[in-house]
């Protein structure tokens, strides 16, 4: 089992991308799910979390510009993100919450650079 992160790439300060995360495993609409961060050098932190049919929380760095939702039908999670920052440079993943190791993807690289 395990969540597979596509979309990522290199956009300008102020552009925006949308990254998606399928999960192959069973279940997926009882299943709370994030999108993660790592940017170089920092620990993983969660940036938007959502239940079955309703947001959750966004971290404070995105609220405002990142826009999290799911189509439960095909085991996929998505996050838009506008007005983006060089900040916003790191791997993205998803996964339940709490999170399974077992779980981590290979991520998808945002890089967000003049």
């Known amino acids: 089992v395990q969540f597979v992160e596509s979309g990522g790439g290199l956009v300008q300060p102020g552009g925006s991308l949308r990254l998606s995360c399928v999960y192959s495993?069973?279940?997926?609409?009882?299943?709370?799910v994030a999108w993660y961060r790592q940017a170089p050098g920092s620990q993983r932190e969660a940036v938007a979390m959502?239940?079955?049919?309703?947001?959750?929380t966004y971290d404070d760095s995105v609220k405002g510009r990142f826009i999290i939702s799911r189509d439960n039908g095909k085991n996929t999670v998505f996050l838009q993100m506008n007005s983006l920052k060089p900040e916003d440079t790191a791997v993205y993943y998803c996964?339940?919450?709490?999170?399974?190791?077992?779980?981590w993807g290979q991520g998808t690289q945002v890089i967000v650079s003049a």
């Open positions: 996964n339940v919450v709490p999170a399974v190791d077992d779980y």
């Open positions: 495993g069973s279940g997926f609409g009882g299943k709370v």
């Open positions: 959502i239940a079955r049919d309703h947001i959750l």
